[in-house]
């Protein structure tokens, strides 16, 4: 996505769907606007009384349609349901209007491509909300700048009933694919996936494993039927690999030491060594330590990233783009699933 024009203040937004998760972007944009990073010009819901409570939580106007706003914002969170997703942005887009839209960015990749291409004409910024991006585990490990040969990735949930219009892969899966995308930096050359209704007519437990042009591989577990939470990823490099745990904000470093450099050079040395009762023990051959995590709110730190984009002219983290890449692949998978006799897509 090409830079737009900055506005060198701070921007004027508003929150289109004030449901689930926008209520969440409501509070944040009223807290960055307490500290002066952007002005909260309103919220537009068409249960204005359901909303209405957000709005007076920091004294705006709540409003069922958007050009009812007193005043016009700069830029939009929009978090309707994703079958609008194309109807509320691509008009906001080609007027100029900068817009960060929640996962997935539309109900199609034919549709994200429009919202792309509005973006384009309209000069305006349009960032996708693939909020663990922003997750302060993902931030450590991609200060590490590590090479994936192998990921493995599990995201569990309970059934919560609030995305039952989709199965699980664009449900969480899709929040993973970004991930495995951004780490490995290219399209998937191969996906075989398989997945399995439970409670609805859709897919409720899915896996996919992804074969990429450089040899990586990515394996892929989602499931809302889950009496657990889980969200953990590993990341296997050359010499080192990283276990995640997003809920307890954690993440472990594993590199391989100087000892394994010198059994690789003479493996037959080695093991007559540990033939000969040497004491050797795998933990001899790496060292483990924990990276560094900042305190910080994922969302938070996504919408102060699309307001920076906005207010400075610059490419969002997740752009418009990454958000149909995302999107694109999980059609893929879904169409792996639908490909097996007897199983839900």
Request: proline share 7%; glycine share 8%; net charge neutral.
């Amino acid at each position: 996505m090409a830079p737009t024009r900055p506005l060198h203040r701070a921007p004027k937004v508003a929150v289109v769907g004030v449901g689930g998760f926008g209520r969440h972007h409501a509070r944040i944009y009223g807290e960055l606007m307490a500290l002066g990073e952007c002005r909260l010009v309103g919220l537009v819901d068409r249960d204005v009384e359901k909303a209405r409570p957000h709005a007076d939580a920091w004294g705006v106007p709540v409003v069922a349609r958007l050009e009812d706003l007193p005043e016009a914002p700069d830029a939009v969170t929009v978090a309707v349901p994703t079958v609008f997703h194309r109807t509320v942005a691509e008009p906001l887009l080609r007027r100029g209007v900068h817009c960060l839209v929640e996962k997935p960015i539309a109900a199609t990749s034919d549709e994200a491509r429009l919202l792309v291409e509005a973006a384009r004409a309209g000069g305006a910024v349009l960032a996708v909300g693939h909020v663990e991006r922003f997750n302060p585990v993902m931030t450590a490990v991609e200060r590490l700048g590590m090479k994936p040969r192998f990921l493995e990735v599990h995201r569990l949930a309970p059934y919560t009933f609030r995305s039952a219009d989709v199965g699980v892969v664009m449900d969480l899966m899709i929040h993973d694919l970004d991930i495995v995308l951004h780490l490995v930096g290219e399209e998937p050359s191969g996906v075989d996936a398989v997945g399995v209704p439970v409670i609805g007519p859709r897919e409720d437990i899915a896996n996919a494993r992804l074969q990429f042009p450089s040899g990586a591989v990515a394996n892929v577990t989602a499931s809302r039927v889950s009496l657990t939470k889980m969200r953990k990823v590993r990341v296997f490099g050359p010499d080192a690999y990283v276990s995640l745990d997003y809920d307890k904000r954690q993440a472990v470093l594993v590199r391989t030491t100087d000892k394994l450099d010198a059994v690789r050079r003479d493996p037959k040395a080695a093991a007559a060594a540990a033939a000969a009762g040497s004491g050797l023990a795998f933990t001899d051959f790496v060292r483990s330590e924990f990276l560094t995590i900042d305190e910080a709110e994922p969302l938070k730190e996504e919408l102060r990233s699309f307001l920076a984009a906005v207010r400075d002219g610059t490419a969002p983290r997740v752009p418009g783009e990454q958000g149909a890449r995302a999107l694109t692949l999980a059609e893929r998978i879904l169409a792996s699933i639908g490909s097996r006799p007897g199983v839900a897509g």
